[in-house]
């Protein structure tokens, strides 16, 4: 079992920047593979970026390219979302998950086995 808690998250003017973090327990985190999806009201929720195990792996919506980073630190069990050039478009509810597979770096929400609570992201034009 893994429990993600997601932080970082809050009311930004578009052009700012968030970052979020995703705290992980057990210590087999190193072992997964992460990603943050986000979910708008009314909308599905969409992949934004993923991670391999080791960092040697990312993806991203080409939504977010350029302006979104993943990035982990294995030693703190943290996966973190860099996000600048905020848009209002990118209002959501941000979800970090994690994936047992840890070599790959899926868009596909089946894939992903844990999922955290989420955190409110607010971008005002």
């Known amino acids: 079992q893994v429990q993600l808690v997601e932080s970082g998250g809050g009311l930004v003017q578009a052009g700012g920047s968030l970052r979020l973090s995703c705290s992980a327990s057990?210590?087999?985190?190193?072992?997964?593979?992460m990603g943050w999806f986000r979910q708008a009201p009314g909308k599905e929720r969409e992949f934004v970026a993923s991670?391999?195990?080791?960092?040697?792996?990312?993806n991203y919506a080409d939504s977010v390219k350029g302006r979104f980073t993943i990035s982990r630190d294995n030693a703190k069990n943290t996966v973190s979302l860099q996000m600048n050039s905020l848009k209002p478009e990118d209002t959501a509810v941000y979800y970090c998950?994690?994936?047992?597979?840890?070599?790959?770096?899926?868009?596909?929400?089946?894939?992903?086995?844990?999922w955290g609570q989420g955190t409110q992201v607010i971008v005002s034009s």
């Open positions: 998950a994690a994936d047992l597979v840890g070599i790959r770096y899926s868009d596909n929400p089946n894939d992903f086995k844990y």
């Open positions: 057990g210590r087999t985190f190193s072992t997964y593979a």
């Open positions: 991670i391999s195990w080791n960092g040697g792996g990312t």
